[in-house]
């Protein structure tokens, strides 16, 4: 890729290598891969055709939720398919600028999940603390600006990642060590100093998941000090258990982000990379799985919806055989 003295081409492709150290059981690690990423398109597509269908849903907390499993279901699109193709059929090639729209997408649609939870946790700040004005606080104009910041926050502060990538040196290995395009996986193989990109990866981590955790830690303060508040044990468990699916959806999605981030950064060597890289997965697949899930079982309204649809078309089904 050396062209002449202190001048570089890009490369023409990356090699993604998938899980190194497990390619013999590539094959084997597929099948748990590909049934998450089933159940995902299953479970987030019924949730956001279900919150459409069903007016008793057009609320506040299920438009957000509809943004959460869209947004869910474009972070797995975006890298699964790819590692698939590894897995089956050894399909590891990747071209240099698919690379970097990936990796674009990649932590666009990962920033945009943060700020949408932040935006689920102040809606049930609202939802508690100021339960007769949660109308007409949150009302549709204002969840779709709300919405659209988040989306252009999100990715407006991922455009620099692609276009420092693309102007650094890479004059050494084009083999990387992962399933997709992770900003710090590729810039990890340029010949020249990465300090800029460090440094504002620090910077973003920082305006989106930082600030999004202490708004989220915030609002979830004052709505324990509201719950505490209430006189009946009752009306403290129901404000209670409206938030358990999100407080799990928080889990779910910052725990493998956080360990992720703080690995490939400060982790070294000291971390095994099939384990780096399995995590690092896990972290794209795991929410957009299991939050449907969650709030399918935690949440009264959707299970009483769910069950009503499917009665409605087993009832329409014995009325079309009869």
Same mark, same amino acid.
């Given at each position: 890729?050396?062209?002449?003295?202190?001048?570089?081409?890009?490369?023409?492709?990356?090699?993604?290598?998938?899980?190194?150290?497990?390619?013999?059981?590539?094959?084997?690690?597929?099948?748990?891969?590909?049934?998450?990423?089933?159940?995902?398109?299953?479970?987030?597509?019924?949730?956001?055709?279900?919150?459409?269908?069903?007016?008793?849903?057009?609320?506040? *907390?299920?438009?957000?939720?509809?943004?959460?499993?869209?947004?869910?279901?474009?972070?797995?699109?975006?890298?699964?398919?790819?590692?698939?193709?590894?897995?089956?059929?050894?399909?590891?090639?990747?071209?240099?600028?698919?690379?970097?729209?990936?990796?674009?997408?990649?932590? &666009?649609?990962?920033?945009?999940?943060? &700020?949408?939870?932040?935006?689920?946790?102040?809606?049930?700040?609202?939802?508690?603390?100021?339960?007769?004005?949660? +109308?007409?606080?949150?009302?549709?104009?204002?969840? +779709?600006?709300?919405?659209?910041?988040?989306?252009?926050?999100? *990715?407006?502060?991922?455009?620099?990642?692609?276009?420092?990538?693309?102007?650094?040196?890479?004059?050494?290995?084009?083999?990387?060590?992962?399933?997709?395009?992770?900003? *710090?996986?590729?810039?990890?193989?340029?010949?020249?100093?990465?300090?800029?990109?460090?440094?504002?990866?620090?910077?973003?981590?920082?305006?989106?998941?930082?600030?999004?955790?202490?708004?989220?830690?915030?609002?979830?303060? *004052?709505?324990?000090?509201?719950?505490?508040?209430?006189?009946?044990?009752?009306?403290?468990?129901?404000?209670?258990?409206?938030?358990?699916?999100?407080?799990?959806?928080?889990?779910?999605?910052?725990?493998?982000?956080?360990?992720?981030?703080?690995?490939?950064?400060?982790?070294?060597?000291?971390?095994?990379?099939?384990?780096?890289?399995?995590?690092?997965?896990?972290?794209?697949?795991?929410?957009?799985?299991?939050?449907?899930?969650?709030?399918?079982?935690?949440?009264?309204?959707?299970?009483?919806?769910?069950?009503?649809?499917?009665?409605?078309?087993?009832?329409?089904?014995?009325?079309?055989?009869?």
């Amino acid at each position: 890729m050396l062209v002449s003295n202190n001048s570089y081409v890009a490369p023409k492709s990356f090699i993604l290598n998938g899980i190194p150290g497990l390619e013999r059981v590539h094959g084997w690690i597929s099948i748990p891969f590909c049934t998450i990423y089933i159940i995902s398109l299953v479970g987030n597509l019924g949730l956001v055709y279900l919150i459409h269908r069903e007016e008793s849903l057009h609320r506040p *907390m299920y438009f957000f939720l509809a943004m959460l499993s869209l947004i869910d279901l474009f972070t797995c699109t975006t890298t699964l398919p790819n590692a698939l193709c590894i897995f089956w059929f050894n399909l590891k090639e990747i071209n240099f600028n698919a690379c970097l729209v990936q990796m674009f997408f990649v932590h &666009g649609f990962t920033g945009v999940e943060s &700020g949408v939870l932040m935006l689920m946790a102040l809606d049930r700040y609202v939802a508690i603390c100021y339960p007769l004005r949660y +109308a007409t606080i949150l009302t549709n104009p204002i969840i +779709a600006k709300a919405g659209l910041a988040t989306f252009l926050r999100g *990715m407006l502060l991922m455009i620099p990642f692609p276009i420092l990538a693309k102007h650094l040196p890479f004059c050494q290995s084009n083999i990387i060590s992962h399933t997709y395009c992770d900003h *710090m996986s590729v810039v990890k193989l340029s010949c020249a100093s990465i300090k800029v990109n460090v440094i504002y990866g620090l910077m973003v981590a920082l305006l989106i998941g930082v600030i999004d955790v202490c708004c989220i830690s915030i609002s979830y303060t *004052m709505i324990l000090q509201a719950v505490v508040s209430l006189s009946s044990a009752d009306a403290r468990q129901k404000a209670f258990s409206t938030c358990t699916a999100h407080i799990s959806a928080i889990i779910i999605t910052y725990v493998p982000a956080f360990f992720t981030f703080f690995t490939h950064r400060f982790g070294g060597h000291t971390i095994p990379p099939p384990l780096h890289i399995i995590v690092a997965n896990l972290y794209l697949l795991l929410p957009p799985t299991l939050n449907p899930i969650v709030y399918g079982v935690k949440t009264k309204q959707i299970r009483d919806n769910v069950t009503k649809l499917l009665q409605g078309e087993k009832c329409a089904s014995i009325q079309h055989k009869n």
